[in-house]
């Protein structure tokens, strides 16, 4: 079934599912919408040519609403089994899929907690925020003080859920935030600069940490694995 601007509707991934013990996310910075549906559909079949490979239990492919970038979002039993494949299970990591999407060596995360989580309703749109962070420690302590910060509030209309992920070095935090609609996103930023900006103010208050931004997503082509 075909969807907005070329995408393909396909289930979401469970993303706090409790076998997932590691998480693999690449995003290929595309530059324009024509080269973003090329990258996607080529790395769509790519991944269609063949079943998941041993320990992976899913794999999402998802466009940016701008037109500009392609995100990979890979969820494995845990990194060793992804390393087990990387080292002898598939082709190697060299070579263009499509112009401006190349094979490389995707980042390493772990769901660390899970947040303002409203279940049983479906994700229509995919906020990508990410954070340079210093070190683990830093990452956590970032993570910890958003969660109890908003304990407790209200989710804000659309607002289903944010999956915070840790690099395994530590040098980054990544929120998988999860909106019923785009504008449903936009709302809560506007509501979020009228109310004085919390959120901001919280994340200046922390030691080691640097946002780097938001990008929102679209899901393309979700390929699952065995049930959780």
């Not at 907005?4 to 076998?19: L, N, V, W, Y």
């Not at 989710?155 to 690099?167: D, K, Q, T, V, W």
């Amino acid at each position: 079934m075909t969807g907005p601007a070329g995408t393909t509707e396909q289930q979401h991934p469970d993303i706090s599912r409790a076998d997932a013990g590691a998480v693999l996310i690449d995003q290929w910075d595309v530059g324009t919408r024509e080269r973003q549906r090329a990258g996607a559909a080529a790395l769509a079949r790519l991944w269609r040519s063949a079943p998941l490979p041993g320990g992976c239990l899913s794999r999402n492919l998802y466009v940016s609403d701008d037109g500009t970038a392609v995100l990979a979002y890979e969820q494995w039993r845990s990194h060793e089994a992804y390393r087990r494949f990387a080292e002898t299970g598939r082709p190697p990591l060299t070579g263009e899929v499509a112009p401006g999407v190349e094979r490389r060596e995707p980042a390493a995360y772990r769901l660390y907690r899970t947040g303002l989580t409203a279940r049983g309703r479906t994700p229509g749109s995919i906020v990508i925020i990410r954070f340079d962070t210093r070190d683990e420690r830093a990452a956590r302590a970032l993570v910890d003080g958003l969660i109890e910060e908003f304990a407790g509030a209200d989710l804000p209309g659309g607002g289903l859920a944010s999956h915070f992920h840790i690099a395994v070095d530590g040098s980054r935090m990544l929120n998988y935030a999860e909106f019923t609609d785009a504008a449903s996103h936009e709302a809560v930023i506007e509501a979020s600069t009228r109310g004085g900006n919390r959120l901001g103010s919280l994340i200046a208050r922390m030691d080691g940490v640097t946002p780097l931004g938001f990008r929102r997503y679209t899901l393309h082509t979700g390929v699952p694995g065995a049930p959780v």
